[in-house]
């Protein structure tokens, strides 16, 4: 991932006559250490765009994975949607209800102040 976004900043830079680092930070990878740090990871996935106001569910982002992962469409079949959903909970509706509640429970917690958020 570094080389391929190294080599896009290095010709970006060249074509806009310009210098310096094109992308804040740097990528890096994290070990996913647990099915709650799993669970965080998917939902800081899906809420992206929402976070970022491009839309409003996560739901409407129609390059995403949630709605077919959750079960509320049918999923391509290059998606292996019962991979992610067994690293949840062996039982495939249980699973899709955890992810639910946990994007819908990061949603509204996103929605209060700052001060409440962290129980200050």
Do not use: C
Not at 57 to 81: H, K, M
């Amino acid at each position: 991932m570094q080389w391929m976004l190294a080599a896009y900043a290095r010709e970006f830079n060249k074509r806009h006559k310009r210098q310096g680092n094109l992308f804040h930070t740097r990528f890096y990878s994290k070990r996913i250490a647990s099915e709650e740090h799993l669970i965080a990871a998917l939902v800081y996935v899906h809420l992206n765009p929402v976070r970022a106001g491009v839309v409003e569910r996560a739901t409407r982002w129609r390059w995403s994975s949630y709605e077919a992962t959750i079960g509320a469409v049918a999923a391509p079949e290059f998606l292996a949607v019962d991979s992610v959903l067994e690293l949840i909970d062996p039982r495939r509706e249980s699973a899709q209800l955890r992810l639910q509640v946990a994007v819908h429970e990061t949603r509204e917690r996103d929605r209060m102040p700052a001060g409440v958020r962290h129980r200050v």
